[in-house]
């Protein structure tokens, strides 16, 4: 009985190839996926003033909001790195206006949250900071449909600029 009950959880945790069985085919869009990527990432640049390559971006959701956050990923960076403040700086300032072009010019889309992010922006708070490798914008509001609105934002954010942040708020 042990030798069968061995025998039986070995074949399921073993994976035999079949012959003549082949990889499942790549994703036909994948040609696609990485040009639409390659080309959000030079209006990005454009837009921000900054190379992509050289910062990296992270968007935060947390319960009250979240946070745009971008460092130069070399420390000794400076033009990077003036580049990210003033680029954040304007978007802390355009964001409190209800100006949302800048993302706009990125995504070539309103972005997901963005007509309840103008309607609401006399309840949000853009606040920018400056960090040691660049800055943050960090986005706060005690309304319940802007701090979705922000979520809803930020997660587009995650997703177009692949940039592999959690898309849930953490409790801090």
Do not use: N, W
């Amino acid at each position: 009985m042990k030798r069968f009950l061995l025998l039986a959880a070995l074949a399921l945790t073993t994976t035999v190839p079949v012959l003549g069985a082949e990889e499942p085919p790549a994703c036909p869009l994948h040609a696609a996926h990485s040009k639409a990527d390659a080309e959000l990432d030079l209006r990005g640049d454009k837009v921000m003033g900054f190379d992509h390559s050289q910062t990296i971006h992270h968007f935060l959701i947390e319960p009250e909001g979240g946070v745009i956050q971008v460092e130069a990923t070399d420390p000794a960076d400076s033009e990077s790195r003036k580049a990210i403040r003033s680029h954040l700086s304007d978007i802390a300032a355009m964001f409190s206006r209800g100006d949302f072009s800048s993302p706009y010019s990125i995504h070539q889309r309103v972005m997901p949250g963005v007509p309840v992010l103008i309607q609401k922006k006399d309840a949000i708070q853009y606040r920018y900071e400056e960090i040691e490798k660049g800055a943050r914008v960090r986005i706060v509001t005690s309304d319940a449909d802007a701090v979705a609105a922000v979520h809803d934002f930020l997660g587009a954010q995650i997703g177009d600029h692949r940039t592999g942040d959690p898309v849930h708020a953490h409790e801090e």
